[in-house]
């Protein structure tokens, strides 16, 4: 997922396996998950973004995420 608002964004929702992506060059968040829960956040590269991994309100397992270079 690149060049887009956020890479991954997510509302109010629930069990979400988020894996195996590279995202990058977005220009708010990488990854964006709002009020939404039991989520598993694993192996993706998140690079070059505004902002990494944003979780609002939300759960979520976040595991052996590759995360460098995103300016906030």
């Given at each position: 997922m690149t060049d887009n608002y956020d890479g991954i964004y997510s509302f109010n929702s629930l069990n979400n396996t988020i894996s195996g992506n590279n995202i990058t060059?977005?220009?708010?968040?990488?990854i964006d998950l709002e009020s939404s829960s039991q989520n598993t956040i694993n192996e993706n590269n998140v690079m070059g973004n505004q902002?990494?991994?944003y979780l609002s309100n939300s759960i979520a397992n976040v595991n052996f995420n590759r995360i460098v270079g995103n300016i906030s």
């Open positions: 060059g977005n220009s708010n968040d990488g902002y990494g991994i």
